[in-house]
């Protein structure tokens, strides 16, 4: 019943934007202690999915939506504005199809997914790049442009970066007029923190961090996948992902983390 409702649904939509809700509120994901950071955004796509489309009525008449929005309402947590100065809200942004537009419309979901209206910090993955080519300033730009036009419009605090070595860290704090306040290194490739890269963030007081995510969180190939597997039949070849966000929110005063999410979207290729 359900499943041929969110097909017909899905069918006639040209986005889609996908959110979980709090992960830690959510009992069939807590009973699962998910391997990698990859599988568990897998593992929160599908039940997302499943759970939304099997509550959709067959009902063939329907509202057809250009923008369908995929959720489940009992894991949808918005924040106290009473308990707001009492918590951080941090986001990483994983930009899937290279176009740095989709960063406003990240944040502003994000913003009203949570009822907020800015976020502490925003980091951005390096978008992707083709195979053979070196990341550069010149490429990171534009993306970094509008995390600055949202910093100068009150919506995000501070803004940061991932995986970036000294020498693009260093030509980016020398150009950016927002400069970063940290960087993400992945112990994965590096054990130690490089010794220059550790010297140069002291002097220009940007916060190193640590991670474990993958260079690709999210491909193409491994969302139709999951799409397909939830919703049978759906052309699932046809919906590319644009990007990834991950929030999570910390009381500030014990460091626990109070929430945690994601918030995807993707577009229907109409060829």
């Given at each position: 019943?359900?499943?041929?409702?969110?097909?017909?649904?899905?069918?006639?939509?040209?986005?889609?934007?996908?959110?979980?809700?709090?992960?830690?509120?959510?009992?069939?994901?807590?009973?699962?202690?998910?391997?990698?950071?990859?599988?568990?955004?897998?593992?929160?796509?599908?039940?997302?999915?499943?759970?939304?489309?099997?509550?959709?009525?067959?009902?063939?008449?329907?509202?057809?939506?250009?923008?369908?929005?995929?959720?489940?309402?009992?894991?949808?947590?918005?924040?106290?504005?009473?308990?707001?100065?009492?918590?951080?809200?941090?986001?990483?942004?994983?930009?899937?199809?290279?176009?740095?537009?989709?960063?406003?419309?990240?944040?502003?979901?994000?913003?009203?997914?949570?009822?907020?209206?800015?976020?502490?910090s925003v980091i951005i993955a390096p978008p992707p790049i083709e195979d053979g080519t070196n990341l550069s300033l010149e490429y990171?730009?534009?993306?970094?442009?509008?995390?600055?036009?949202?910093?100068?419009?009150?919506?995000?605090?501070?803004?940061?970066?991932?995986?970036?070595?000294?020498?693009?860290?260093?030509?980016?704090?020398?150009?950016?007029?927002?400069?970063?306040?940290?960087?993400?290194?992945?112990?994965?490739?590096?054990?130690?923190?490089?010794?220059?890269?550790?010297?140069?963030?002291?002097?220009?007081?940007?916060?190193?961090?640590?991670?474990?995510?993958?260079?690709?969180?999210?491909?193409?190939?491994?969302?139709?996948?999951?799409?397909?597997?939830?919703?049978?039949?759906?052309?699932?070849?046809?919906?590319?992902?644009?990007?990834?966000?991950?929030?999570?929110?910390?009381?500030?005063?014990?460091?626990?983390?109070?929430?945690?999410?994601?918030?995807?979207?993707?577009?229907?290729?109409?060829?």
């Open positions: 019943m359900g499943t041929e409702g969110a097909r017909a649904l899905l069918e006639r939509a040209g986005t889609l934007t996908l959110q979980t809700g709090n992960l830690l509120n959510w009992g069939c994901l807590r009973k699962k202690c998910p391997a990698t950071p990859g599988e568990e955004v897998r593992d929160c796509i599908q039940k997302t999915l499943t759970e939304w489309s099997s509550k959709i009525g067959q009902d063939q008449n329907q509202e057809t939506l250009e923008v369908l929005e995929c959720s489940v309402a009992q894991a949808i947590e918005k924040i106290n504005p009473e308990e707001r100065d009492e918590l951080k809200v941090s986001a990483k942004l994983f930009i899937v199809g290279s176009n740095s537009s989709s960063i406003r419309d990240a944040v502003d979901l994000a913003c009203s997914a949570l009822g907020v209206a800015q976020l502490d990171l730009q534009p993306y970094w442009k509008e995390l600055e036009n949202l910093v100068q419009n009150k919506k995000i605090v501070a803004i940061g970066t991932s995986d970036l070595d000294k020498t693009l860290l260093e030509q980016l704090y020398l150009w950016a007029q927002v400069k970063p306040s940290s960087n993400q290194v992945n112990l994965a490739s590096c054990c130690v923190m490089p010794p220059d890269l550790t010297a140069f963030a002291k002097e220009c007081d940007i916060q190193l961090l640590t991670h474990n995510d993958p260079k690709e969180l999210l491909c193409e190939a491994s969302f139709q996948e999951v799409l397909q597997e939830s919703i049978q039949n759906v052309k699932a070849n046809k919906w590319i992902p644009l990007w990834l966000l991950r929030y999570s929110v910390i009381v500030k005063s014990r460091g626990i983390i109070k929430s945690k999410g994601y918030i995807i979207q993707a577009k229907r290729n109409a060829s």
